[in-house]
């Protein structure tokens, strides 16, 4: 009986695995305008030594490639029931991206973007990655310039029409620092708090920040 409970287990966390990855793949590919069969790419490295069990959070980060034009997106979700505060930190994650977004128009600058993510996060108590930052994308993925998500005490640069930013927030439930694996990728809380990432590229426009045209404005500069 034992037995059979636990692949009961394995095989419900394993639905909702995917179930979790299929969401992102949808949910990125419609805000981008792109069908999915257009070429959809993501990487990871997976461990035996790391199974994803039930309440664990997991973060997914992925782009396409249209036409020699890279966009770049990441969620984090939940396996199966997670905790109260796993939940919170993800949402507020989520929310500090749109805090920030909202200075991603011309006219605005650079930091200002920084500081609106770092001081929503704070506002929480939270920590702000600042190993890993967002990034300006086009005809490369990681493009100039870098994008801190923690506060600036300069400007940076003035933002005009027609930029693209892979806006990144990068959260932890605990401390900032982060130590890197032996794989030299997968980067992990220094403390082990929870963590939560979310990113979409944004076009920057006299009107304000959008999301989802990014792939038919670059069709047009061809």
């Known amino acids: 009986m034992a ?28 805000e981008i305008g792109v069908n999915l069969k257009e070429g959809y790419n993501g990487d990871g490295i997976p461990s035996k030594k790391r199974v994803l069990k039930e309440g664990d959070i997991v973060s997914l980060d992925a782009g396409v490639i249209h036409k020699g034009y890279h966009s770049d997106a990441a969620r984090t979700y939940g396996i199966g029931k997670i905790s109260d505060e796993a939940a919170k930190l993800i949402e507020v994650t ?26 929503y996060n704070e506002s ?26 923690f506060r600036q005490d300069r400007r940076g640069i003035r933002l005009y029409e027609g930029m693209t930013l892979a806006i990144e927030p990068m959260v932890s439930a605990g401390d900032y620092k982060v130590r890197w694996l032996d794989d030299n990728w997968t980067a992990s809380t220094f403390d082990h708090s929870l963590s939560a990432h979310y ?14 045209q990014i792939v038919r404005l670059m069709l047009t500069q061809q």
Request: glycine fraction near 10%.
């Open 124 to 149: 929480f108590g939270y920590g702000v990655i600042r190993d890993l930052v967002g990034h300006g994308i086009g005809t490369e993925l990681h493009e100039e310039p870098e994008i801190p998500n």
């Open 199 to 212: 990113e979409n590229t944004v076009l920057v426009t006299k009107a304000g920040p959008e999301i989802g």
């Open 3 to 30: 037995s059979s409970n636990s692949s009961s287990t394995s095989s419900k966390t394993k639905k909702n695995a995917q179930d979790a990855l299929d969401r992102f793949k949808m949910e990125v590919a419609s």
């Open 94 to 119: 989520r929310q500090s991206f749109f805090e920030g977004i909202k200075y991603a128009k011309e006219g605005c600058h650079l930091y200002e973007i920084s500081n609106a993510i770092a001081q």
